[in-house]
């Protein structure tokens, strides 16, 4: 299933330099350079230009320990190498399948002049659509446990922008609104954070790879310097790692129009290719679940007479999996835990004793019959400590029912975490702290010994692992469609407008589309119109896509229903059509499985008239398309259920008008008819 | 010498009351008032109003832990009382004699409903010029230790509002100039920060009493909202105290007018009275130095023929001072350790041996003889573990010979402090993290046991220790008169008209005025006119003041030197006649020692017309005006030294018009007549 198709990859080394005031590298088509230097104190800096035209001024490099002089001054360029790379690899799932990671890279070695002489390497990678760059500790005399107290990078944006962001260090974790501000405005902010500077140019700055390391925030120094911020570790250290060892990649996609960061590759690019050898039983798939229900309060995770996880709930859900060609039915609520206060503590979740009104067996062996499989659940409460203790139990019982993706969950305020420090006691500790980092990748790992894939909520940021484990197939990790159930305020009809261009950049989402009952807790209920929901499932990418609204909801509406039926979660080809950060987005993705096309195109509050040229299709071919729009009155606060559906007959040379109400959007099928021929 | 004038104390105590929603409380003059109330979540939170206006918007308290679940949440209003003060107490020197120290008290008990139930008070203190509220954790069964991993007070100001700021945890430590910003525009920014709302509101945030905690910076989470950031500590958490302990103060100084945030005394009225007993032996005084000549490269630090700490060198400005009146000559470089690569190191300092060139006993024999003080020097370059070492032997060697006040010096960049741990290694720190704080009060605790007096530069921030302990006389903290030596850029004429009004609001600054050579290594040389360089004396408080220049520019100018030689360093009383933030100010000072009046006035890079009414004069009562003034041609950039000097009888219904020259200043004595009389 998996392999990798080298086009071309060969090596260019330049043998190490005389101590250089700087090194230079531009991308494979001159578009991106970057050069690094250090002045008269010995502190090195870089800067990256586009066609010439300076994107970060220069900017800091090094780090500050607690155990030692701070790595930052007194360093001299001590070596330099550059090597070239092209090579298109497949993905095992994912929004295409052929990936080109094209680049050039510049190795740039720092030594101190003098005193402890210690080194290490800054690596940058250069493609024509962004700069990825990371610190590299190598084994070294002086340098043995390297204990960060800061990492000193910083990112100093050249021009004046715009930004899009959330806030760092929270109570909550990542599940903000964005703002959109002036970079001068931005606070402490989440990565991805993504810029668009008045010139138009498009900068994504966010991380590849976190692995044993600290997520990394960004705080803005002053105007429009920003520095990296680590998220603090268990101990006095950020980070504590034994060299040789590198840092995550430190990233910024770089387009003219949004669209081109979302088409980026960048992130996964930079992570290591799949060490897992044969993942074709990780499935993408959609489910149902037993779930909203909980968040509109018709049903409780805990037990008694309103609990949802029964056996005969999750039988009712299996019957309606199977019948509309659904994978999956998620069960929350199934173990015993979550009658206590399970917020924030945690220690009394079970993952393997399911509560006396819920067959797990029975249920397991009807869904398999069923040609369904049960996705598990393992809510943590960030407990990771505890969860790790019965960890491997809870998915041995999975694999042995067949079970073969589980949901984890972290319900936890920010910093409230908890994990089994070195030293053998339960710390508190961060969401994205190096500890939690290790925590996520043993789950995945554990899970990846048992043929289970893994979609975590509360997570870690998504950094692109996914490359390297396959079975890490989505997560959470941003204000997810729960809140238009019970937030206070729910989600805005911005809201999935500006996920595209920010949180999505770093990975698939669980976001849990498809709702059809708009009115809930929520002061304005859910703020999309009917079409806008279906096109969520083709604009908001994951592998693992939920159908998440009540049963009854979809079977009273089977006619709209049927494009979440239709709709792949798979793609050969992914394409952005237009956009703009927060206000609107077309995307078209081609079914890996077939020579279709779907079209999804979404708006904010306002209402939008979009062209779609469907050069995509294949040339001279016919399309049957199946159109899902907003109707003439649809309005996200009147008419949410105003939908036309429709089909017409379309070729490559067509142009569609896609108009979409405010809060609306648009889904389309492309049905590839015989080739030359009219679709029957 | 020291008494305290209790005019009247007395307290109300209300019984601690049910729990209830929320607590409330005015100051003495119900100018402002706060209320504390817990929301449905037992979460914690408090607001300021002025005059029935908000002033901070509902904001959060609590702590986050290292190693316990964080106390924010599940916290009820267990208890209440109010108390009111009033006293007024005497300051052995200061900018006024006398100090009304009248608020009222709220204390508030939050205590978790249930779990662990911890409990944690909050105390608020309203004057009618100012907040303070600080947390005091009683001694509890289930909270003996309390590691603090972030402490989560915010600040959420009511309205729009510019800001006056500069970073915190940069590579340099406080010595950076001041960013005006709308509110929304600030990063990380150190205390005191300066806020002037747009309805015309001024508001300064900082802290009282750093003792045994680490100093808070500011982060601004999003919006106008900001949040305490505590300098990192030295191990997992940022603070760590045994229970029962308070917090430091959280101060906002806030009053109509840019003066009235200069004349509060709320900072010093949140410390602790002074625990030392009798300090007579604390001298105001004005210094000449070995020292300006050192920035300006005429002589160095290390050994060698251009070394500048010579006998010879010393007992020149011994001489000098003697004739003209000041009180002590500063030495660097007397010591051994300034030849190697010391910064950032300083394990080689001494502190008792002096360069052979030096003649430690001769020069100190020398000044006693002269009726001058030999004023010590111990740099550290923040290795404080060493200084540590030898501190006592440097103090006990300075007593015998008669040294009353030392210079002490944290040359390091940020982060770089070394500290010895409680588990007996040498620890990185940063300026103002707990360990830090705890070894400058031990400098100042162990130099008062001899009767020295503590100058800190490169220090940690002054919270109005002074108070406490009155040997803590004055500290750098802020970029000094040296960076118009060698800055790059150096202080642009704005500086000062900003530090009056930020960094002076914590306390007595050693800015080290009285430049006349105005060419230096700095592009735009020393950025002011001579008359603003006398006005400094007046305007910039500390109870020593240097005379910076080098000596020949002084016998070359006697007139004006005049003023330096004139001009004294303890008052009875300050007034701030006008001023805006950054533009410009005039502050008047009554001589402690005689009925003179002192005005300095300065401007920054505008010329001014600024009106001076003399009502703080004794009615009737004549003074000749001795006024030192920016001639008709004076420019900081153009014609810097010239100046008027000139004299004119005024009594207190006289009304001066200042005209002040770009960049420039003026300078008065208003010397009083016997009663009823023109003075002679």
Do not use: C
């Amino acid at each position: 299933m998996l392999f990798r198709l080298a086009l071309a990859a060969w090596l260019l080394v330049i043998a190490p330099a005389v101590a250089a005031p700087s090194a230079k590298l531009e991308s494979p088509d001159k578009v991106l350079s970057v050069e690094l230097t250090t002045d008269g104190d010995g502190r090195p800096s870089y800067a990256i230009s586009r066609l010439g035209k300076p994107v970060i001024a220069p900017s800091r490099l090094g780090f500050i320990l607690v155990d030692a002089p701070k790595l930052e001054r007194n360093l001299t360029l001590a070596g330099e190498a550059t090597r070239r790379f092209d090579e298109t690899w497949e993905q095992p799932w994912g929004e295409r399948r052929f990936v080109r990671n094209r680049y050039n890279e510049l190795r740039v070695t720092l030594a101190e002049k003098n005193g402890l002489q210690r080194r290490f390497d800054v690596v940058f990678r250069l493609y024509d659509d962004g700069v990825g760059f990371r610190y590299e500790f190598p084994d070294q005399t002086n340098l043995k446990t390297v204990k960060i107290g800061e990492e000193l990078t910083e990112f100093s944006l050249a021009e004046p922008a715009t930004v899009w962001w959330i806030p760092a260090y929270e109570w909550n974790r990542e599940e903000y609104l964005y703002h959109r501000t002036r970079a001068e405005e931005v606070g402490d902010a989440q990565t991805p954070m993504t810029v668009r500077t008045d010139n138009g140019l498009h900068i994504a700055f966010h991380e590849a790879a976190l692995v044993d390391y600290s997520g990394m925030n960004l705080t803005r120094v002053e105007g429009r310097r920003f520095k990296a911020a680590l998220t603090p570790g268990v101990g006095g250290a950020k980070v504590e790692r034994t060299a040789p060892f590198p840092t995550p990649w430190r990233t910024l996609q770089i387009a003219d129009t949004a669209g081109g960061l979302v088409t980026s590759n960048l992130i996964l690019n930079l992570n290591e290719p799949n060490t897992l050898g044969d993942v074709s039983w990780v499935k993408p798939m959609k489910y149902v679940g037993v779930w909203w229900e909980m968040h509109l309060d018709k049903k409780t995770w805990a037990s008694g007479p309103k609990h949802g996880a029964t056996t005969e709930n999750a039988l009712k859900h299996i019957d309606f999996a199977a019948r509309h060609g659904l994978g999956g039915v998620l069960v929350e609520g199934w173990n015993v835990g979550w009658d206590g206060d399970w917020f924030g503590n945690g220690q009394d979740f079970s993952f393997t004793q399911p509560y006396p009104d819920f067959d797990l067996k029975r249920v397991t062996d009807y869904a398999r019959d069923k040609g369904v499989v049960l996705i598990g659940h393992h809510e943590t409460s960030a407990n990771a400590a505890h969860y790790e203790s019965q960890m491997e139990a809870g998915f041995d019982l999975y694999k042995k029912l067949g079970v073969t993706a589980v949901k984890t969950g972290y319900v936890a305020d920010a910093g409230q975490a908890k994990v089994m420090g070195l030293d053998g006691k339960v710390h508190f500790a961060w969401h994205e702290g190096q500890d939690m980092a290790r925590h996520h990748l043993k789950v995945v790992t554990e899970a990846a010994e048992r043929q289970i894939a893994i979609n975590a909520h509360e997570p870690i940021k998504d950094t692109g692992l996914r490359r390297t484990y396959p079975n890490w197939i989505s997560r959470e990790g941003a204000r997810g469609m729960e809140f238009s159930a019970w937030g206070q305020p729910g989600n805005p009809p911005e809201h999935e407008t500006n996920l595209i261009f920010t949180r999505m950049l770093a990975g698939p989402m669980d976001y849990t589309p498809g709702i059809f009952g708009m009115k809930t807790k929520s002061p304005d209920g859910v703020a999309t119109t009917w079409a806008k929901q279906l096109a969520l499932y083709v604009t908001i990418y994951s592998p693992i896509q939920m159908a998440a609204d009540l049963l009854e909801n979809y079977e009273a509406n089977p006619k709209p229903f049927k494009f979440i039926e239709d709709v792949p979660t798979d793609w050969a080809e992914t394409l952005v059509l237009n956009g703009e950060i927060g206000d609107f987005v077309t995307i078209v993705r081609k079914d890996r499985k077939s020579d279709d096309w779907y079209l999804g195109a979404i708006s904010d509050e306002e209402g939008r008239v979009l062209t779609a040229s469907l050069g995509f299709l294949e040339p001279g071919r016919h399309y049957k398309a199946q159109i899902y729009r907003d109707g003439d009155k649809a309005d996200w606060k009147t008419a949410p259920q105003d939908i036309v559906i429709e089909e017409r007959e379309v070729t490559a040379t067509d142009v569609l008008t896609l108009r979409l109400a405010p809060g609306g959007g648009q889904a389309i099928r492309f049905m590839a008819a015989s080739k030359g021929k009219p679709r029957q």
